[in-house]
């Protein structure tokens, strides 16, 4: 999969010079919905026997628009966005930039600049996507900027239980800790990254060795709480559970960590990448009155998650 990477304005040079089927969106989480959007731009390209190409951005609008001071938290950054580009079979990802130059383009040049001199034959998006000036423009005004240069094809909304898919949807769900619910939206489990560090080794001391993760600043954690997981460390996936939290039992005025227990894992990885897989949610952080008490639910929620990874297998 090639990657274009566009700054407005830019050069029509840096064009691949080959007609495209061009499906747009931010495709925050690319979820069930997203992936409805690029399966019926592949459908359209293998019928015209061309590439598959997605315009996406390097960051939210929101960003440019409401002058966001914090960084946003994203479901897929940028680097996993691509990776699920890539496993759904796109030969071609014009990453834009969004600055507020592109946020202030006009909807007639920007279908020019950016649809018309990417030699789109087709344009695929969301029911729900839009373009220029504070989103002026939208599907329902495409066909007619497009002016029979390109077809225009509309996704319609995907249903999950009765509510429309959507990255807002799962943000919120994340927030409230449900993560089981998230699966179905995403078509597969939530997934983050991070790095593993040290931490205070106490896990270890209670029969409970942790990795520390230390997860992108743009990236989502669900709410704090305890979780059945998934790692992926060195190429294999280990089962466990993840506490989010300020481990309140040991004092008022912790950091928020990220500690995951591995079952049957007790090798030396710092330094490394991991990916973790956010599979239920077990319970809320607790301050326990001392660390038998601890313990004590430390094997509760151990069977729990040992009894929930089993039924993965099944």
Same mark, same amino acid.
């Given at each position: 999969m090639r990657i274009i990477h566009?700054?407005?304005?830019?050069?029509?040079s840096q064009i691949d010079k080959e007609p495209v089927v061009l499906a747009m969106g931010f495709f925050d989480g690319v979820h069930?919905?997203?992936?409805?959007?690029?399966?019926?731009?592949?459908k359209k390209a293998q019928q015209e026997k061309i590439k598959l190409a997605v315009l996406t951005y390097n960051q939210h609008a929101s960003i440019v628009f409401s002058k966001q001071s914090q960084p946003l938290k994203y479901l897929t950054p940028t680097s996993q966005k691509l990776e699920i580009f890539a496993d759904m079979g796109v030969d071609l990802v014009y990453m834009v930039e969004?600055?507020?130059?592109?946020?202030?383009?006009?909807?007639?040049q920007f279908v020019q600049q950016y649809m018309v001199d990417l030699h789109a034959m087709a344009v695929v998006a969301g029911f729900d996507h839009t373009f220029g000036p504070a989103d002026i423009a939208n599907m329902s005004t495409l066909p007619q900027l497009a002016k029979d240069r390109f077809e225009v094809l509309e996704v319609q909304p995907i249903l999950v239980q009765g509510t429309e898919a959507a990255s807002t949807k799962i943000r919120a769900l994340l927030d409230a800790g449900k993560v089981e619910l998230v699966t179905p939206i995403l078509n597969r489990v939530y997934t983050t990254t /991070?790095?593993?560090?040290? /931490?205070?080794?106490? /896990?270890? %001391?209670?029969?409970?060795?942790?990795?520390?993760?230390v997860t992108p600043v743009d990236e989502r954690l669900p709410q704090d709480g305890v979780y059945v997981v998934e790692v992926l460390v060195n190429?294999?996936?280990? /089962?466990?559970m993840a506490q989010i939290g300020y481990n309140v039992t040991f004092g008022a005025g912790r950091a928020q960590t990220l500690e995951i227990n591995l079952f049957?894992?007790?090798d030396l990885v710092y330094g490394e990448q991991v990916k973790i897989r956010w599979h239920q949610y077990?319970?809320? %952080?607790? %301050?326990?009155?001392?660390?038998?008490d601890l313990m004590e639910q430390l094997v509760l929620d151990q069977q729990r998650s040992e009894a929930y990874l089993n039924t993965l297998s099944d």
């Open positions: 566009l700054h407005h304005p830019y050069q029509l069930i919905g997203h992936q409805a959007v690029l399966q019926r731009a592949a969004f600055t507020s130059a592109l946020a202030q383009v006009p909807p007639t /991070g790095v593993v560090v040290h /931490g205070d080794a106490r /896990g270890r %001391e209670m029969g409970f060795p942790t990795l520390n993760i190429q294999k996936w280990y /089962g466990g049957n894992f007790t077990l319970r809320a %952080e607790v %301050e326990f009155s001392g660390m038998p």
